[in-house]
């Protein structure tokens, strides 16, 4: 237990965190942007799921690591456009359309992995992404190891949250897409094309939902597994609340929840009194919990769930 | 933009045999939509559904373990329609199920004195109250603390199979085998079988009187009144002086209850024990089945039956064609799908044209 106490296992753990947060800051950004433009997806776990398998198949098939995050990324935007279809064009249910492409898209990922791969005793593998220390700032005592050691992936996400952030905030596409999230109408009698913005929100949203997937393939791990994702999806769509809606706390709640899954990835095994899966279910209850007490200041977009009809 | 516009203009409701045949159109649609997956892996979708179909329906073996599966289809699904008709949307009934499934193990390893009438009876109504127990956590919270339903019952599934899996791995343990199932429980517990030398048992009769309990409840109470009134428009509700926070408190409690009975047959009917792929999703297709029988219990019965066929069917086929078993699940993603687009045509008329 004096391992706690050093500064390597400290080191370890907010590198691990912050490894761990990765999914979740990319598909938590991912929701955000699809639920600021108005449309709930719930298609998030099963676009994920796809995106781990395309791009594990393709650098599989191509040994190609950008061709697999590329592909991942547009198999998740291919998703989203079909969201957009279902909940945008047709106006139809939101909870049931996302919930549909969730069982459509993890259908048809484990159809052709087995299809593809068989049901090998051992999965194959592939060489992910490895660590890439920056120069200079690898070099700063704690924080260098800690966020300037890690895989493009977690520095693409790393980006992604100020970006966001100032795409939504800052910019007149942003206040489109919070405009037609908020009161759709006013934002059509002022000449924002509704369809338009919430298309291509659910287009960005999928995209880094895909790319959110193939981190666990391409840089987690080295393989795909079935239910690799394990609800980080479902953990997303609970982030969005916590964070309401802004990016930066996006980071933050990331960060928390990668915490609670690295700390639990640490304790497996120091005790043997507490069987593991307590620590695998931590993170879940936590995310319940959050939900919980963010619930009563959680002040979703306005037209969350509602179709747009032009009269 | 584009080069389709697609236009919804408000209609009547639509004819009552366009209503009745819309689930039989969606599911040809998506089976035809299903065939584009089997000609990629160069498949003929004939030859395969042939398969499903034979597998499914071909003998008195295949008909009855049909209908093996389609007794916790039909309770997860009647299960997710309580929910949905209230529109709170309980997509927890894998996670109640399996608390279901562990409740049943629980009585059912305690080996008590019992005669076979009464052991079923303590192991339905320990099933019952375990999923419901699970189930009103999320549907207390929704309704007293607005806190979102959908991602709640979500990940209380997995926090149950986790405490499934803790239980298998533990104090569970099969002693003899090490393997991580529970022993088996105790045989005055056990389902009764309906045929003998068959696996069908006494849970295809429970699942039918759920569907009665159902059409009961939503059609001939004030309770039903009330749930269809929740979900039909809260605010209406509340102005009509219905208390939607106690119909949906009560909704998740049934809902549950329902979800958890499933589980009960599946360890007291199929398996004798618990093991950790209890429900190969059953809690999920609920949801399929629930939105393809369109919340109607005679619809949701159909429904059940057609999927416990595409289930049990997928198996012969994959069997024989060497078709991925996971056609399974792409057919009831599709399925989810166009049922939801037909439904579309139950209140608009869709107009077709060039784009602007």
Known sequence: MSSFLTLPFWIGFLAATVRVATPLILATLGETFSERSGVLNLGIEGIMMFGAFAGFITVYLTKNLWLGVTLASLSGLLFGLFMAFLTVTLGLNQHVSGLGITIFATGLTYYFYRAIIGSPTVPPTITPFTAISIPLLSKIPII?????????????????????????????????????????????????????????????????????????????????????????????????????????????????FGGIDAIGLRLQGTSISVPFQVYLMLPYVLTILVLIISARRASAPSALLKPYRRE | MGLISVKLEKRNTPPVWFQIFAPFIAILISLAISSIFLLILKKNPFTAFYYMFVGAVGSKFALLEMLVKASPLILTGIA??????????????????????????????????????????????????????????????????????????????????????ALLNGPWRDPVTMYPSSPSIAPNAYFPKLIPQSRLHLGIIISLLAVAFMWFIIKKTKLGFEIRATG????????????????????????????????????????????????????????????????????????????????????????NLHIPIYISDVIQGITLIVMLMMLLLFEYRIKIGRGK
């Open chain 1, 144 to 256: 260098g190891p800690v966020l300037f050691n890690q895989t493009i992936i977690t520095y693409f996400a790393l980006i992604a949250v100020p970006i966001s952030g100032y795409l939504l905030f800052k910019t007149n596409f942003g206040l489109s897409i919070r405009s037609v999230g908020e009161n759709p109408e006013a934002a059509d009698a002022v000449g924002v094309n509704v369809y338009k913005i919430r298309y291509i929100s659910l287009m960005i949203a999928g995209a880094l939902m895909g790319l959110s997937g193939a981190f666990f393939t391409l840089a987690e791990f080295n393989m795909f597994l079935y239910d690799i994702v394990g609800g980080r999806g479902w953990v997303s769509i609970a982030l969005v609340i916590f964070a309401n809606w802004v990016p930066a706390k996006v980071f933050w709640g990331a960060l928390l």
């Open chain 2, 232 to 319: 039909a428009s809260s605010r209406a509700s509340n102005f009509l002086g219905i208390n939607t926070v106690k119909s949906i408190i009560i909704v998740s409690i049934i809902s549950g209850g329902i979800a958890g009975l499933a589980g009960v047959g599946e360890v007291a009917g199929v398996q004798y024990h618990l093991i950790q792929t209890i429900s190969p999703g059953y809690g999920y297709s609920g949801i399929v089945i629930a939105m393809l029988g369109r919340l109607n219990p005679i619809g949701i019965l159909l429904a059940a039956i057609y999927f416990a066929m595409v289930i049990t069917g997928a198996n012969v086929m994959s069997y």
């Open chain 2, 80 to 165: 997710v329609a309580f929910a949905f008709t209230a529109k709170y949307w309980n997509i927890g009934a894998e996670g109640q199920l399996y608390a279901g499934a562990l409740a049943a193990t629980w009585f059912g390893l305690m080996k008590l004195p019992f005669s076979p009438v009464v052991y079923v009876l303590v192991i339905i109504v320990a099933g019952i109250v375990a999923g419901a127990i699970w189930s009103f956590i999320p549907g207390y919270l929704k309704a007293k603390l607005k806190v979102d339903d959908v991602v709640t019952t979500l990940l209380m599934n997995y926090v149950m199979i986790y405490i499934v899996s």
